[in-house]
């Protein structure tokens, strides 16, 4: 154990001891994300540093508070990349704050998401233990798979001290089409197209305007560009298209005061969600954005008539329920997993569900 | 007390002596049809091993429930008499963990066959755990689509032990394991609770417990249905054969490959021992002289595999290939496929048994690892044949021997063991996409701390409080791992030192 983690664990037994909540924070800037933080700042910026990179491997293996944009850095010097094109929302966003909001850009839909992309782990658990799980080879099914389980897991099972995540080769070529196409054509015509052989790595509906990016071999792209038609974005604009949205920089992704910006999670086919409000459709119709002050009761049911789910994803009531109910059953198995990594109840409290 | 249970399991193996095999047929008896309870030795002998035959017992029952609603009852019941219960699908499985427990009820899954629907514009297909892996791809052949993990075994494997084994394949270095094609499971707990994990959608809320579920070798939950993703059929493939006349430098020219930025299809290398029992076997024109060869695939529109292939082709020169063969029509590419897919019939051809490992390791430690394995076919005096999944460094050496001939077996296992805590120690894992089961369940305990393994013993009982869904495969209990002897040190601190020595 390195010097940091043994101090961690002592805190962490501590705070344990005590029953103090501790708030997991990195740079901070998924604040916003989950219900209200609450506990004792525990800032993990200081566990930095990459600790493997071999890019014949397709493996790094790095520190929990390693800046993303640094990673990032690093693998593109060698034509690398993060293929889940994960968002930052701010300058000094972490790895493992990257790994614990389990959040997605627009290659999600083709590429896979942040946990798809685990290969291991190394976690402080809450009784001040340092566990590893996985590896940092590409196929590994000893044990349970740990690693994917604390993606997207808010904090709320242990401390993220270091993640080996799988990374790719850059594609080759991309390029960007626009099409004007009403709502349910442009979800019905990225349905098509997700099922047929075409290097589409993103979709973009938002006010009538389809953006559509194929990523991949120079060859692919370029029959891909003469099949499918469409506008030809520059390659300028293109960028900033697609960075607007990983990042939400959209003025439709900002909720105006009192308005909430929901994030609905559906089966790519799901009709249109005839819900008010400002959308934008994401992941070949599987990701839908809707920013307004629809309640949340009539977004959730909608959602679930549509076989998905929603979450509170910015504003909105962060001391209610952010993220869909859980049926009584899974309820009890996310509060046993809770209580088998957590037995104190002392990382990020409430930050997923109030009773995790 | 939940803790306290969890705990109790992971330090001892358990004792199922105590259940009642009568009352357990007779409670049987009246929540399953006639024909679907079986308990006389002779229709239970089909039951006794999965695809790892050196490993058999006989189960208490065998029930073949075919509904969602009987397994319910049958887990309700396994539950209150405290009966452990055995899932099992097609039985293909390379590591026993369909293994039957001997005071159990092995619970076949082979009557769910169902494909229940098939989505071409949304791209999933939901189906019953019974269904094979190819019959999902054949389903969806007529849409231009396929369910991409292939596992050798896909003309027999069922889709649930694909997903509980976590099943890779040779093309998974592109397209991704189960995991990564699955959406949603539906199971039933060993409390009788339906759980519907994941959705239609690419996430659920909470926790990934479809992650956590995924290769959990049937100790969390028993599936009924499964949603997997469709992907479209690539217009075009073609298969670059390369010759070395040394393995390390065909493990460099794999490294090369993934440096130029290439994610090939499918990318295998077979040792000279290897190609020569394959091509023995299936007549697929394999060099013989050459010390590896290397199977290379690219796949999409012929376009981007024309540019691939040029791509390819370029790197494997420059890595001393000693002979490139690139397929010139379907025909050709399958016949240059033929032979790696056969390598373990061909194995079973030319000795009377083989065992088949499953280690990954870094990749560039693969030059390291044939070596040792050489020394290793000295040391144990048995043979060994390398086929593996290159690109993603994982590793099935089979161990050719002769159960009949005296301590063969059990050098066969000792060499076995040796190479899977070689691949601990290299970086890499004991099982790439095999599971651990019964086979592998002492080298667990060379990859894992005391504290990993409790931990895994906590997550099993978040699912399965009483242990009973297939104890004692996949996480070793504490006390094996003592007499085993052979425990992950971590820094020279003594390894359980709180379990008594044997």
């Known amino acids: ?356 | 007390m939940l803790e306290n249970e969890a705990l109790a399991f992971g330090e001892t193996e358990r004792d199922f002596a105590a259940v009642d095999k009568a009352r357990v047929i007779e409670a049987l008896t009246r929540v399953l049809p006639a024909g679907a309870l079986m308990y006389d030795a002779e229709d239970l002998r089909p039951y006794e091993c999965d695809g790892l035959a050196a490993y058999r017992a006989l189960p208490l029952v065998v029930a073949l429930p075919s509904t969602e609603a009987e397994v319910v009852a049958v887990l309700r019941i396994c539950f209150e008499l405290g009966v452990p219960v055995v899932a099992r699908g097609a039985g293909t499985g390379l590591s026993g963990g369909a293994l039957p427990h001997t005071r159990g009820v092995l619970l076949s899954l082979a009557r769910f066959t169902r494909i229940v629907q098939l989505d071409p514009l949304a791209r999933t297909a939901v189906v019953q755990p019974g269904v094979r892996n190819l019959a999902i791809s054949e389903a969806a052949a007529a849409h231009g689509l396929y369910y991409a993990p292939d596992p050798s075994s896909q003309i027999a494997c069922s889709i649930g032990g694909n997903v509980a084994e976590n099943a890779g394949g040779v093309h998974c270095l592109k397209y991704g394991l189960t995991v990564h094609n699955l959406l949603r499971v539906r199971g039933v707990t060993i409390e009788g609770e339906i759980v519907e994990i994941g959705s239609g959608a690419l996430d659920a809320p909470g926790y990934d417990l479809l992650a956590l579920v995924t290769g959990s070798e049937g100790m969390l939950v028993v599936l009924t249905e499964i949603t997997v993703k469709l992907v479209p059929k690539p217009l075009f493939a073609q298969c670059v054969l390369a010759a070395f006349d040394d393995v390390v430098r065909a493990g460099e020219a794999v490294a090369k490959i993934i440096a130029a930025g290439i994610i090939p299809a499918g990318l295998e290398m077979m040792d000279q021992p290897a190609t020569a029992a394959v091509e023995e076997f299936v007549h697929a024109g394999y060099p013989l002289d050459a010390k590896a060869i290397l199977l290379c695939e690219s796949d999409g529109t012929p376009e981007e595999v024309t540019e691939e292939i040029g791509r390819l082709r370029a790197v494997l020169e420059d890595s001393g290939a000693t002979e490139i063969r690139v397929s010139r029509d379907e025909a050709e590419r399958l016949r240059f496929w033929a032979g790696r897919k056969a390598a373990f019939p061909a194995a079973g051809r030319i000795s009377p048994d083989y065992y088949c490992m499953d280690g990954t390791i870094p990749r560039k430690r693969v030059g390291e690892m044939l070596t040792a394995i050489q020394e290793m076919e000295q040391k144990y005096g048995l043979r060994c044949l390398n086929v593996f999944h290159a690109g993603d460094g994982n590793l099935h050496p089979l161990i050719l021997f002769d159960a009949n001939q005296p301590d063969e077996m059990e050098r066969a296992e000792e060499f076995g063991a040796e190479i899977l805590e070689l691949s601990v120690a290299l970086g890499g894992t004991i099982t790439g996409e095999h599971g651990v089961g019964m086979e592998k369940i002492n080298q667990m305990c060379a990859q894992f701390t005391t504290a990993e393994v409790r931990q895994f013993f906590r997550v099993k009982a978040a699912f399965d409080p009483p242990g009973l869904l297939n104890p004692g495969k996949a996480i070793p209990t504490l006390n094996r791992c003592a007499e085993y002897g052979r425990m992950k040190v971590s820094k020279g601190h003594v390894p359980y030192p709180d379990i008594p020595r044997f």
């Open chain 1, 1 to 356: 154990m390195t010097t940091i983690e043994n101090e961690w664990a002592e805190r962490v037994r501590a705070a344990a001891a005590a029953n103090t909540p501790l708030c997991l924070r990195g740079s901070g800037s998924k604040d916003f994300y989950g219900r209200a933080p609450v506990g004792e700042v525990f800032e993990l910026r200081a566990n930095q540093g990459v600790i493997a990179y071999e890019p014949t491997e397709l493996v790094v293996t790095v520190r929990g508070g390693t800046p993303l944009a640094e990673l990032e850095a690093m693998l593109a010097a060698q034509g690398q990349y993060l293929a889940f094109e994960p968002p930052h929302f701010g300058a000094g966003a972490t790895v493992a704050g990257c790994v614990a909001a389990g959040l997605s850009g627009p290659r999600r839909v083709t590429a896979g998401a942040v946990r798809d992309f685990m290969l291991g782990v190394k976690v402080l658990d809450g009784r001040g233990q340092v566990m590893r799980f996985g590896g940092q080879v590409m196929k590994n099914v000893a044990g349970y798979d740990v690693s994917r389980l604390i993606a997207g897991s808010l904090g709320t099972l242990g401390i993220v001290l270091e993640v080996s995540l799988k990374v790719l080769p850059r594609p080759v070529a991309a390029a960007t089409l626009s099409f004007e196409l009403d709502e349910a054509t442009a979800i019905r015509r990225v349905n098509e197209w997700g099922g047929q052989p075409l290097p589409v790595s993103a979709t973009l509906w938002q006010d009538g305007v389809l953006h559509l990016r194929l990523s991949g071999a120079e060859a692919a792209v370029q029959a891909a560009i003469a099949r499918l038609g469409g506008e030809r974005v520059g390659d300028i604009e293109a960028d900033a298209v697609w960075s607007a949205v990983r990042e939400q920089t959209l003025p439709a992704f900002t909720p105006r005061m009192g308005e909430t910006l929901w994030r609905l999670s559906l089966p790519s086919t799901a009709p249109a969600l005839e819900l008010p409000g400002r959308q934008v459709i994401e992941w070949g119709g599987a990701q839908r954005w809707l920013a307004g002050s629809a309640d949340a009761g009539s977004v959730r049911a909608r959602a679930v008539a549509l076989g998905g789910h929603a979450s509170a994803f910015r504003g909105g009531d962060r001391a209610g329920e952010v993220f869909q109910p859980l049926s009584a059953a899974l309820a009890t198995i996310h509060r046993r997993l809770k209580h088998a990594f957590d037995p104190a109840g002392i990382f990020n409290p409430g930050r997923l569900y109030p009773e995790l």
